[in-house]
C-alpha cells in the first residue's frame, strides 16, 4: 500500500475537502495511537521495553484531511484496528470510507466476504453504522488489576498444575493442546453468545493454537490445568498470554457441574500471585458485558474500561 487513496466530499455545495489515507512510520505512528486510541481510557501506559504494540501483519496509516494528519488506524487483511482521531475531529463516517476504499483496492482486500472494525467504542458506533457498518450483538469491554500475592490452599479435592508448552515446528504448542481444545470446545465456546453450528473443534483448536503463540515461560507458569483428584478429569482451564506486552486472560472456563465453588477465582488468584514473584505489574482480561467473568474479574479487583462493539463489519 505505497500510495494514497482519495476520497473527493462537497456535500451541501461546502469546498471540496481531500480525504486520504497513507502508510505511517511504526514509531511515530504507535507515539499518537498511546495517547488518542481508546486504549488510554482504561489507565494503561504501555510498556516502553518492547519494540512494538502492533501484532505481526498489522500496518499503521495515517489519516489526512487536505493533506494534514488528523488520524491514524491499523490495517490487516481486510480488518481495521485502533482507528483514532485527534482533537478536534471526531470520527467522520467519510474518514472509515476513505479507509475501506484503501482496502478494497488492494489485492488482500479483493473479493473478502466483509470488511471488519475490531473494538468500535460507542463515540464511534454510529460513524460506522454511517459508513455501512453492521454490529455485532455483543459489547466487551477489558479489565485490568495490578498483580498481588495470595495465599494459594489447595482447592478442595482438586489439583490444580501449570501448563506446559514445547517448541513444535518453530511454534510454541501447548502440551495437553488436544485435551485442552477439546475441553474448551464442549464447556466454553458458546458461553460468549455464539451459535453452535457456527463453532467448530478445528476452529477452537485453531483459536487455542493463537493463544499459545502468545505465552511466554512466565506466563504458562501463571495459567492453570485444574482436575478433580477422584476422577482425574480436566475440570477448570486458565490460559494467560502476553498482550500489547501486557499479561491478559485469554481462556477461563470451569466444567459447569464444578461451578459455583469458587474455582475460577482461584485460578485467577494463582495467576496474579505467579506474575507478581516474576515482576509482571499487572493482568488484563477482555469479557463480553453481562458475562460471570465480568461479574467475578470486578470482585477480584479488576478495574473495567469502556464498553466496545467487538466486531462491526460491511458486507458487499
Known amino acids: ?6 476520497l473527493e466530499a462537497s456535500p451541501h455545495g461546502e469546498p471540496t475537502e481531500s480525504i486520504c489515507i497513507c502508510e505511517a512510520a511504526p514509531e511515530e505512528w504507535e507515539c499518537y495511537q498511546r495517547i488518542y486510541a481508546k486504549p488510554m481510557a482504561t489507565g494503561i501506559v504501555w510498556p516502553r521495553d518492547i519494540a512494538s504494540v502492533l501484532p505481526a501483519g498489522v500496518m499503521p496509516y495515517w489519516l489526512k484531511r487536505n493533506g494534514r494528519v488528523i488520524g491514524g488506524a491499523a490495517l490487516s487483511g481486510s480488518e481495521i484496528r485502533d482507528l483514532f482521531t485527534i ?3 471526531p470520527v467522520d463516517p467519510r474518514f472509515i470510507l476513505a479507509v475501506v476504499e ?3 483496492q488492494t489485492s488482500r482486500g479483493r473479493g473478502s466476504l466483509g470488511i471488519r472494525a475490531y473494538e468500535v467504542f460507542a463515540d464511534h458506533e454510529e460513524a460506522y453504522m454511517r459508513a455501512g457498518f453492521y454490529p455485532a450483538p455483543h459489547r466487551h469491554r477489558w479489565m485490568q488489576r495490578p498483580t498481588e500475592e495470595y495465599d494459594l490452599q489447595a482447592m478442595g479435592s482438586t489439583a490444580c498444575h501449570a501448563v506446559e508448552a514445547r517448541m513444535e515446528g518453530g511454534e510454541r504448542r501447548l502440551v495437553l493442546e488436544r485435551e485442552i481444545g477439546l475441553f474448551l470446545f464442549k464447556h466454553a465456546c458458546f458461553e ?3 451459535k453452535q453450528e457456527e463453532a467448530s473443534f478445528a476452529g477452537v483448536l485453531s483459536k487455542l493454537r493463537q493463544n499459545s503463540a502468545c505465552m511466554t515461560e512466565k506466563t504458562t507458569q501463571a495459567s492453570s490445568l485444574l482436575y478433580d483428584t477422584s476422577t482425574r ?3 477448570g482451564v486458565c490460559i494467560i498470554g502476553m498482550q500489547s506486552g501486557y499479561p491478559s486472560i485469554q481462556q477461563l472456563t470451569v466444567m459447569k457441574a464444578y461451578r459455583g465453588q469458587g474455582l475460577a477465582t482461584r485460578m485467577v488468584q494463582k ?3 505467579m506474575l507478581r514473584r516474576q515482576g509482571q505489574p499487572l493482568l488484563r482480561i ?4 453481562g458475562h460471570p467473568h465480568e461479574s467475578l474479574c470486578y470482585q477480584l479487583g479488576f478495574m473495567p474500561g469502556p464498553l466496545f462493539i467487538s466486531v462491526m463489519t460491511k458486507h458487499g
Open 102 to 104: 484503501t482496502i478494497r
Open 87 to 89: 482533537p478536534p475531529h
Open 1 to 6: 500500500m505505497n500510495r494514497e487513496d482519495g
Open 192 to 194: 460468549e453468545g455464539g
Open 286 to 289: 477482555r469479557v463480553m458485558h
Open 233 to 235: 478429569a480436566l475440570i
Open 271 to 273: 495467576a496474579l500471585t
